[in-house]
């Protein structure tokens, strides 16, 4: 009996300590943020007449950020711009400046999100999209972007045979359809233009682009495309990559063999790349690995693996520090990953590091998890 008071005191108090830490502690540390000028007096103080940010949503977007959750949106979605040490967010015209926690202190659903199949759409609302245009992608995001995986929404619209006043014409497949949208519709289409970090904060400013660093970005905004460019520089490493990567043949790695053109790898046999702890981590982790291989088990996001993997290239291990850097730089922003790039100076100086080696003497977790 006394055991089973002790048992039930140890679950209470795991679970009490739990709530402290998640609750309690996050109450304290940003419980009273409230919105904010751009900047303040010396004294701390807002100044006067000056705009309070953000601003909280009409009620039509309050209700489309429940539909948004209800559709599960979220699943592919984040809404959270990362700091520049984290990504490329900035440079890809997903914001002016990373998000902080004061952005969402109005919001009823935070839809911050953990995954990102599609782009960030913290600032949607700046990009220009119309609301036919949304409207559109909401009905059938194939009719717009034939390569889309997001799943249609056709409940949320009434479907017409012939155009009238209001009515919004959809083209796909050589089928024209006319589409009315429905109150849900509306509000989710509300909701998404209301996406907006346009302002600064005392904590965060914008963020000046370097000239001497990026070239000047161009944010596309069609009905061909709802993605964002990269900067020219990282734009030709990835396509060198990516080549890299899908060439099985001297001067390619082969990576495509094993994990395959989606980053998946295959269950239980080839770990995947995409959104893989492996690949998104430490640099210099993953920078061995393409040098000499790996062999033995090894655990990607939880789950366990058993194999080998050979030194990437033809012949073996043969990819030189650019090819390297360009391979890693593209499997760490394709498949819905956002990691900064690899440059040759930083597998060189790994390289370096590691000395004399055999060619064929490959990694095993154990080491390369070893804390230097």
């Known amino acids: 009996m006394n055991n089973i008071f002790k048992f039930a005191f140890g679950i209470f108090s795991t679970l009490a300590f739990a709530w402290l830490a998640f609750v309690v502690g996050a109450r304290n540390q940003f419980g009273d943020l409230q919105p904010t000028s751009s900047y303040l007096e010396e004294n701390g103080s807002i100044p006067k007449d000056a705009e309070i940010f953000p601003m909280a949503f009409s009620g039509i977007a309050q209700q489309g950020a429940q539909e948004y959750v209800s559709l599960g949106c979220a699943t592919c979605h984040t809404q959270q711009v990362r700091l520049v040490d984290s990504g490329y967010d900035v440079e890809r015209g997903w914001g002016k400046r990373p998000s902080v926690p004061r952005d969402y202190v109005l919001q009823n659903e935070v839809n911050i999100g953990n995954t990102r199949v599609g782009p960030d759409l913290a600032n ?3 990009r220009e ?3 036919e245009w949304l409207h559109k992608h ?3 995001p194939q009719s717009l972007i034939q390569e889309s995986i997001c799943p249609p929404s056709p409940f949320l619209y009434d479907i017409k045979d012939s155009i009238g006043e209001g009515l919004i014409e959809v083209k796909s497949d050589e089928t024209i359809r006319y589409i009315s949208p429905q109150i849900r519709a509306n509000r989710v289409v509300a909701y998404l233009q209301a996406l907006k970090q346009d302002y600064e904060l005392p904590e965060m400013s914008f963020i000046e682009e370097k000239s001497d660093e990026l070239d000047e970005l161009e944010i596309v905004a069609s009905t061909d495309s709802n993605t964002t460019q990269f900067p020219t520089w990282l734009t030709e490493q990835i396509s ?3 080549e890299i990567y899908n060439k099985v ?3 390619g790695g082969g990576c495509v063999t094993c994990h395959q053109p989606t980053g998946l790898g295959q269950p239980g046999v080839f770990p995947p790349l995409a959104d893989s702890d492996w690949v998104l981590g430490k640099k210099d982790r993953i920078i061995k690995v393409s040098m000499y291989g790996l062999m033995g088990e090894i655990e990607v996001n939880g789950v366990k693996y058993n194999g080998a993997m050979v030194p990437p290239g033809m012949p073996m291990g043969s990819l030189s520090d650019q090819q390297i850097a360009d391979v890693l730089t593209y499997i760490r922003n394709e498949w819905g990953n956002s990691a900064t790039a ?7 100086h790994v390289r370096s590091k590691i000395g004399e080696r055999g060619a064929m003497q490959m990694w095993t977790a154990a080491e390369l998890n070893t804390v230097e």
């Open 124 to 126: 949607l609302g700046l």
């Open 129 to 131: 999209y119309s609301d």
């Open 138 to 140: 909401l009905f059938e």
């Open 240 to 242: 060198s990559g990516r």
């Open 249 to 251: 043949g001297p001067g």
């Open 342 to 348: 690899v440059s040759v100076e930083e597998v060189a």
